[in-house]
């Protein structure tokens, strides 16, 4: 599991760890002399890109190398089926981890949070706790808040939440149920990441 720092943030050039008061937001700029204050500002190799962008896509969905080399690998040799290029093949692995379907429903800021709820044992899959924060959601599968959690300060307004949050096209809310159904699968990749150069660097 990646733990992503303000630190990584500033790193990789963006905020990407969820948090209000991200040190990034202040200072926009990697660790360490600024550009101006060096004498011979470097470009960035090809190299340097593909690492950069997977390193971002990575630490998004916070996954250890090993777990987010595998999804590539998977992604990568299911090319062709079900008419998905290898882009949207990972888009929809990383998309389906539980963790993050609890995180599109609004119930939690940050995938960070998502994975503690799952790993507390706050979320049901059809009826059944699940605290394995990689499982794969499939087409039809409802996620809901366990009856003894919905007490928690966590999900105090649940209800509320989901009826204002826009989910995606791949899923529906319930808020009188406080559940979330999954309808089908993303078919359009989000414009956040390069796919391309993180399929670039696994490719080498």
């Known amino acids: 599991m990646s733990r992503i720092t303000c630190k990584t943030c500033r790193r990789l050039g963006e905020s990407i760890c969820g ?4 040190a990034y937001k ?17 470009q960035m190799s090809e190299f340097g890109e593909q690492l950069r962008a997977k390193q971002k896509m990575r ?8 777990q987010f ?17 290898p882009e949207l093949s990972l888009y929809r692995l990383l998309e389906a981890r539980l963790d993050n379907v609890v995180f599109r429903t609004g119930l939690a800021t940050s995938r960070a949070l998502a994975r503690q709820m ?11 706790r699940n605290t394995v924060a990689s499982t794969t959601v499939k087409n039809g ?15 105090v307004d649940a209800a509320e939440t989901l009826g204002k949050v826009t989910s ?3 899923m529906t809310l319930d808020p ?27 490719s080498r």
């Open 19 to 22: 948090r209000e008061k991200c």
């Open 26 to 42: 202040k200072r926009p700029y990697a660790p360490g002399r600024l550009d101006s204050e060096r004498k011979h500002r470097s």
């Open 59 to 66: 630490h998004t969905y916070g996954l250890s190398e090993k």
């Open 69 to 85: 080399s595998k999804y590539v690998k998977i992604a990568m040799q299911s090319h062709g089926k079900d008419a998905a290029t």
């Open 118 to 128: 799952v790993s507390h044992g706050h979320i049901l899959i059809n009826n059944r």
């Open 141 to 155: 599968d409802v996620i809901a808040i366990r009856e003894g959690s919905k007490s928690s300060k966590l999900f």
């Open 168 to 170: 995606p096209v791949w």
């Open 176 to 202: 009188k149920t406080t559940s979330a159904t999954v309808t089908g699968a993303p078919r359009e990749i989000e414009a956040v990441f390069d796919y391309q150069k993180v399929l670039e660097y696994y």
